[in-house]
């Protein structure tokens, strides 16, 4: 049985910092890729970044590049998402997700963990 579970959300002023962080078990998390995504209310997910089994491929949407840092420690098989320069526009619920690339480009997000909320006030 898959499990993930983030952590780490809650609120913070614009401009500031956060770090997130996801626990997965129950699948071959070393070899397997990560997304991470959130959802705002009332709007349709948001892709944020996808990171490789072994780190070497990652990618970040336009949104959040150069703002948002994805990294894994496969030892712990824990994904993170540091959250810098926030904006009021990154109130969510940001949710680990297993996937592969394909999920990440067509929006399959079902394998994700109950999410961690950010909220972000001016």
């Known amino acids: 049985e898959v499990r993930l579970l983030e952590s780490g959300g809650g609120a913070v002023q614009a401009g500031g910092s956060m770090r997130l962080s996801c626990a997965a078990a129950?699948?071959?998390?070393?070899?397997?890729?990560m997304l991470w995504v959130r959802q705002a209310p009332g709007k349709d997910f948001e892709r944020l970044s996808y990171i490789s089994g072994g780190s070497k491929t990652i990618y970040y949407a336009d949104s959040v590049k150069g703002r948002f840092t994805v990294s894994r420690d496969n030892d712990k098989k824990m994904v993170y998402l540091q959250l810098n320069s926030l904006k009021v526009e990154d109130t969510a619920m940001y949710y680990c997700?297993?996937?592969?690339?394909?999920?990440?480009?067509?929006?399959?997000?079902?394998?994700r963990g109950p999410g961690t909320q950010v909220n972000v006030s001016d």
């Open positions: 997700v297993k996937g592969v690339y394909s999920d990440y480009i067509n929006g399959n997000y079902g394998t």
């Open positions: 129950g699948f071959d998390f070393n070899g397997h890729p």
